[in-house]
């Protein structure tokens, strides 16, 4: 049987890599992993050397409080790529200085290139974009003096006489995602999340490419109890977090519960034993009084009969 890979959250920020492509899926502080981002930037500071990542997102993050600015620190990313800026302020001050790689590009065309990718395409063709400063024959979406000397991440291409943009693909190589509750084989669910979000084609976009997915959990349940309809993201495609705090609590409410288990069976024990013994005590004085009875009819036939003989 599949059984999921329950880890910490340190642990889930060393499954990524120097140089991977991490894509985080959130909406402002919705769904955002919390936990895992910010063992990733603990990380990147015990470390002392650069991580030299790109983030991917389709929406902002930030800032009440931190989301993605867990990674504004110059030498952990080296590019971004979103969409959404207005609430990461210490980005747009990297983005100002610059002192990362940023691209912007339209918030629905990213979270439609998830399907792309995952479907095994080279990318996302629309017409969104075009004549905008996402054009690469004006801007390319590059939101710098530094990102302006780089490749297009975007090309226009022509299909029947008619211009497309299209949105090159973006290997990922970690995705981070969050859930409500999941079970032993890894099953998710996003129940008490505000939106589902992109969450399961971000996911098998990642998994095209053989990369990593982690997923922070609120609740971990048996296997079998889950509603299968209610399931957002198949176990075999996870990697889980399981935050220590829920793990230790829910060892301690598992064991109590056998504890209490174990106490009222052998109270119920007890009193079956003591049940037994009573409903035995009184059979015996039954048996005594029917003896009784057998002894005084037998002693007034023995009388009948010597009154015979």
């Known amino acids: 049987m599949l059984k999921a890979n329950f880890i910490t959250a340190d642990e889930a ?22 936990s895992i981002l910010k063992a990733l930037e603990k990380r990147f500071f015990g470390k002392r050397t650069s ?17 993605i600015q867990h990674f504004a620190h110059e030498g952990m990313v080296t590019r971004i790529i979103g969409s959404h800026w207005g609430l990461q302020p210490r980005w747009m001050d990297m983005i100002t200085k610059n002192q990362v790689d940023a691209y912007c590009l339209p918030q629905g065309q990213i979270a439609q290139l998830y399907h792309s990718m995952a479907c095994g395409l080279p990318g996302k063709m629309a017409k969104v974009g075009l004549g905008t400063f996402i054009d690469p024959r004006i801007e390319g979406g590059k939101m710098n003096e530094r990102t302006k000397r780089l490749p297009d991440i975007v090309d226009i291409i022509k299909y029947k006489d008619e211009e497309y943009m299209f949105y090159n693909q973006i290997p990922i190589d970690v995705c981070i995602i969050r859930g409500t509750e999941c079970d032993e084989m890894g099953n998710l669910t996003t129940t008490e999340e505000a939106m589902k979000l992109e969450v399961l084609p971000a996911v098998m976009a990642a998994k095209r490419y053989g990369g990593r997915v982690i997923a922070q959990v609120k609740r971990v349940v048996q296997t079998g109890s889950l509603n299968p309809k209610e399931v957002t993201v198949p176990g075999v495609l996870l990697m889980i977090l399981w935050s220590a705090k829920i793990l230790w609590r829910n060892i301690v409410r598992h064991h109590l519960g056998i504890l209490i288990h174990l106490i009222v069976g052998r109270q119920e024990y007890h009193k079956e034993i ?4 009573l409903l035995m005590k009184e ?26 003989w």
Request: aromatic content about 6%.
């Open 13 to 34: 920020a060393r499954k990524v890599k120097d140089g991977d492509t991490v894509c985080s899926i959130a909406m402002t502080l919705v769904s955002v992993s919390e």
């Open 51 to 67: 991580l030299y990542l790109t983030l991917l997102h389709s929406c902002g993050q930030s800032d009440r409080k931190d989301g």
């Open 274 to 277: 003591f049940q037994q013994r």
């Open 283 to 308: 059979n015996l004085l039954r048996v005594e009084v029917q003896w009784n009875c057998i002894m005084e009819q037998l002693l007034i036939l023995e009388q009948e009969f010597q009154m015979i």
